[in-house]
């Protein structure tokens, strides 16, 4: 089984810059998935960024340009790094996880593992 512990999470102000951080643990997998989520009563849950294990990646149009998924897979841990935050993106932020399948989705449904989340607000 895989367990996911999300950090990093924090109030800043907006144009403000933070990095989230998902360490995993237990088995490893050559072939994954991994995903960010946000969650927000207004939109509910928002794919924000995906990775995969060949390396492709993918971005919710709102963040592209601003927000960078990567992984570092000798520390099994997942970051996105958030720049030029803007208010909208505030949200308790998901890490995800599929084990032995490499597809980069932003499909809440496609994943099997999630962590507990962090906070991020963004204040104007």
């Known amino acids: 089984q895989v367990q996911l512990v999300e950090s990093g999470g924090d109030s800043v102000q907006a144009g403000g810059s933070l990095r989230l951080s998902c360490a995993s643990s237990g088995v490893t997998y050559s072939r994954y998935s991994m995903g960010w989520f946000r969650q927000t009563p207004a939109k509910g849950r928002e794919g924000v960024a995906a990775i995969d294990s060949v390396g492709s990646t993918n971005y919710a149009d709102s963040v592209e340009g601003r927000f960078t998924i990567s992984e570092d897979r000798a520390k099994n841990t997942l970051y996105l790094q958030m720049n030029s935050l803007k208010p909208e993106d505030t949200g308790m932020y998901y890490c995800?996880?599929?084990?032995?399948?490499?597809?980069?989705?932003?499909?809440?449904?496609?994943?099997?593992?999630w962590g507990q989340g962090t906070q991020v607000t963004v204040s104007s």
């Open positions: 995800a996880a599929r084990p032995e399948l490499a597809v980069a989705s932003l499909r809440g449904s496609w994943y099997h593992f």
